[in-house]
């Protein structure tokens, strides 16, 4: 499929007084990422987005609350620790094991139970991509957009 090229330009600033940090998260869409990943609709477009959509709604069953960015992995792992840290253990398969920011103590194959998730949807530049956060409670997902202007690189990644 044709995708379209990401012009990622992280920023350096100052985030809340403190070091400087990295930051190069963008709020996006559900509808921003279908128009990457599909473009100009080139022919058989119709079954893949009828998968994707398919995989959109099964999560929206369980955690209805959605907020997708664009981010690098690092945000990601940025976002997901206080995400831990404010709601508890992600649902599913727990990969903390690989973040820059682990919340979690356990390095073996397991899951966890949780009332929010977090979904990688498409990388679009090295190391940046679309991922979406779902959550259980509606209160849970006007915290997370609370919290975006503070989500950077994190501590591991001074500037």
């Not at 990295?22 to 869409?29: D, F, N, T």
Request: a negative charge; charged letters at 20%.
């Amino acid at each position: 499929m044709a995708a379209k090229k990401s012009t990622l330009t992280p920023n350096v600033q100052s985030i809340g007084g403190s070091a400087m940090s990295v930051r190069s998260v963008i709020l996006s869409s559900f509808d921003e990422y279908l128009q990457y990943e599909l473009g100009e609709a080139p022919p058989g477009a119709s079954t893949v987005l009828a998968a994707i959509l398919q995989e959109y709604r099964e999560r929206l069953v369980r955690f209805p609350h959605s907020v997708v960015l664009q981010v690098a992995y690092p945000e990601i792992d940025f976002a997901n620790r206080w995400c831990w840290a404010q709601f508890g253990p992600a649902n599913g398969e727990c990969l903390d094991a690989q973040s820059n920011y682990p919340s979690c103590d356990l390095r073996t194959s397991h899951s966890h139970e949780g009332k929010w998730m977090s979904y990688w949807l498409a990388k679009t530049d090295y190391d940046f991509g679309f991922n979406q956060w779902c959550f259980v409670d509606e209160a849970d997902q006007k915290r997370f957009l609370e919290f975006i202007p503070q989500i950077n690189w994190g501590e591991s990644f001074p500037k």
